[in-house]
């Protein structure tokens, strides 16, 4: 049985630093793909972030030089490093993560649709 358990999450001024985890059971080698996700009050959600069995990583404009997702495969558990943060980047973080290994598009691998597997989210708020 696949579960995700992100942590990390707080409150924190506009240019601070936040760093999530995403610790993944259920996965036998951890060369699956994992993604970060995030959902404003309001907004649709949308993906953040992705990073897939090669380390092959995808990032949204909005993440694009200010996020980076890395991750441990012994431990199988993806990070989203957010430098710079804005009050834009206010949202609950969710971490996903599906058997694909690699191969999809960037706007594959931060579509919602690619994923089976949703953690419980993490807050982040960033205030001016």
């Known amino acids: 049985q696949v579960q995700l358990r992100e942590s990390g999450g707080g409150s924190v001024q506009a240019g601070d630093s936040l760093r999530l985890s995403c610790a993944a059971s259920?996965?036998?080698?951890?060369?699956?793909?994992m993604g970060w996700f995030r959902e404003a009050p309001g907004k649709e959600r949308e993906g953040v972030a992705a990073?897939?069995?090669?380390?092959?990583?995808s990032y949204a404009d909005s993440a694009q030089g200010r996020f980076t997702i890395f991750r441990d495969k012994a431990k199988n558990t993806v990070y989203l490093r957010m430098m710079n943060l804005e009050p834009e980047d206010t949202a609950m973080y969710f971490c996903?993560?599906?058997?694909?290994?690699?191969?999809?598009?960037?706007?594959?691998?931060?579509?919602?649709?690619?994923?089976?597997?949703w953690g419980q989210g993490t807050q982040v708020t960033v205030s001016s």
């Open positions: 996903a993560a599906d058997h694909w290994t690699s191969g999809l598009t960037t706007v594959q691998a931060l579509g919602e649709s690619s994923y089976n597997y």
């Open positions: 259920g996965f036998t080698n951890g060369g699956n793909c």
């Open positions: 990073i897939d069995g090669d380390g092959t990583t």
